[in-house]
């Protein structure tokens, strides 16, 4: 709108060419339903007006995407290109997946000094010579977008004079050694090339003597060799990671002399040696990270002497000694620190306790053993805590946590729980000995995702209902002494649980059926009866859906689970769809809804009291890796389909009533005898039982038994016969002088037969 007051209007020049972008667009959520004709363009949802001229200056769609809002299909640049007067457009984090680019010999021209088409996944773009006109371009963003065929991707960018700003995070670039030995980026301040595939040694082109670069994120590729000395000499560095490489050697003292620098990033390398003295010297220096590299040396507080603005520091997974003087009060103050697996205990360092801003400590796998209570009140306060995998022991059961994520896995912690704030978010207090009940009211943590208490000796009966759990992803409460029913109503959007070795009694309840989200079932090993429920194929997510969990919280997890046999620790299963009811009192047939959860990997059903018979459905399960029906009581054969099951590795039907020959397949045939022991009417390989001996006989008895005329034949023979016998025999037994004429009668052939024979003999003497 100009000054006075009057209403601008679009300029009929900018409608066409819009109306052209929409055609290529999907809209799903009809967010261009203002684009027509109809309505002037000035007014359209996403574009922007000068407020004088009317023509178009600005596409930003960026506020509808924070609404959850997006757009799809092909972003025409086309037809963009020939809004003369645009020179910021936004249309980044939608689904669009192609681009409709601009012929070479285009002749347009354009104002355009901001393009962000990043965060839009699965984007392929070609080609890149469409950028060269740009020569206004100040601001460029692709990242996410797939430029794998851009071998001369440098070049196109050393082609924008005014390019000030380039970020090409994730485009799956390989070549940063191009040929061209020279690039003028005169203009360029920021640089994001972080997330490629680059195999190289950092090149020398990223910087001149003229570069007033500022910013440059390298991290997350397979850089390799020695940090240059010459990266010291760039006055105006201010941000450096180079974070997730391949880098080796030691860190280069020249680095102490980027006074400006305010952000150092060289974690998760292969760096060794000592941290230079003069990086303690860099008092504008607000974050240093340097853990996940084998460095070492002796850091004391004359290492930090001048950080007085440093807010976040990383040590981790380091071999450095602290001789840290107990009475040392730092001059800055940490939001975070991450100490994790380095050499602090047994007492927890007291100059932590001097960093009154901190929100983020990881004291993990230190070495500590001992926190005296006032330590306990100051670590209560600090947002995010991890104290996992020490020693640390005692009762903190009067200790009041207000953190939003608290790690006391894998400690000696004994008696009640501490008291949680109803903010947590993730909570695990898993392997120590607590003991006692649950928390009061945690059915009542609204913002709660994450609980792990496996591992404790924790006592008392679950609530029925946890529906107010609303975001609750993983629940673990396995190896306690919880008893009573499981709960009726449960978070619809829990995708793990884990209540096995407990004293649950009762039936598997059927509402568990529609927590469509679930991937992971364990409740083995306790004492519930029943049946199956036949509602299980209402588990959406073990039929159908992504192969990998999206956490909302957290990015890793870690918990046990009994797969393939053993006890396995897994610290991100997303692909891992699991079902354990084994150990259990379990009655009744499996049923047949069961093999209908495809994306099954695992499933275990052992140690029950199960009957019937293996369903054929149960070759449905192509994706199962694991499963043990051993210890049941079912009966009839081994369906064939089983043999498809080409992915498994884990196999045991053992202690059942099955009979009949063993189904032959491929993956069947790599398991041996104990995967059917306890089931004497199995036969055929890998049992020693030969099933065609046993078919023989059984065929012919069931072919004689199926012929009423040889029946018939078979029963007078015998009659015959018997009657024969004992008319001959009978009357020699029961008739005296029949008995005795028979007698004499075998008498006189046995005379004459050895008359006969002695003649014979003498015969054959004589010659």
Known sequence: MSSNHEVVHCNEKDQGPLLIFKQSVIDPFNMLSTWSSEHDCCAWIGVQCHNTTGRVTSLDFYPLVVESKYLEGEINLSSLFQLEFLSY????????????????????????????????????????????PLSSLKYLNLSHAVLPKQTNWLQMMAMLPSLSELRLSRCE?????????????????????????FNSQLPHWLFNHRSSISYIDLSFNQLKGSIPNWLGQYEHLQHIDLSHNLFS???????????????????????????????????KLNTLRVGNNPLSGVLSEMNFSKLSNLQSLDLSNSYFEFAMDTNWIPSFQLIEVDLMNTVQGPNFPSWLSTQMSLEYLDISSTGISSIDGDMWSFIAGIDNIYLSNNSISGDISNVTLTSSIIHLDYNNFTGRLPHITENVGYVDVSHNSFSGGLPNGWENWINLIFINMESNKLEGELPLDLSNLTGLEFINLGKNELFGKMPIKMPSNIKLMILRS??????????????????????????????????????????SGDEKISFSYFLEISFNLIMKGNELEYNYVGWSRTIDLSVNNLSGEIPSELFGLVKVRSLNLSHNHLTGKVRKTIGDLKNLESLDLSYNHLAGEIPQSISGLTFLEFYNLSYNNLSGQIPLGPQLQTFDAWSYVGNPGLCGPPLIKNCKKEENLYKAKQ???GDPFKESLYLGMGVGFAVGFWGACGSLFLVRTWRHTYFRFLNWVANKIYVFMALKFRHFGGR
Not at 272 to 283: A, I, K, T, Y
Not at 512 to 540: A, E, F, R, W
């Open 502 to 543: 407990n004293q649950f009694v009762g039936s598997i309840p059927p509402q568990l059926c529609y927590v469509s989200s679930l991937h992971i079932l364990d409740l083995g090993d306790n004492k519930l009866s029943g049946s199956i429920p036949h509602c299980l194929h209402n588990i959406t997510n073990m039929v």
């Open 89 to 132: 457009v936004d249309l980044s984090l939608n689904y669009f997946t192609t681009i409709s680019i601009p012929p070479i010999h285009s002749n347009f021209t354009t104002s355009l000094q901001y393009l962000d088409l990043s965060g839009n996944d699965g984007l392929h773009i070609d080609d890149l010579h469409w950028l060269s």
């Open 249 to 283: 050697g030691s860190i280069p003292s020249s680095l102490g002399n980027l006074s400006s620098l305010n952000y150092f990033d060289i974690s998760s390398n292969f760096l060794r040696g000592n941290l230079p003295d003069n990086l303690g010297q860099l008092s």
């Open 173 to 197: 670039l390989t070549d940063i050694y191009p040929s061209i030995r020279y690039v003028n980026f005169t203009s360029l301040v920021t640089l994001d090339l972080s997330h490629n595939n």
């Open 703 to 705: 072919h004689a038994k």
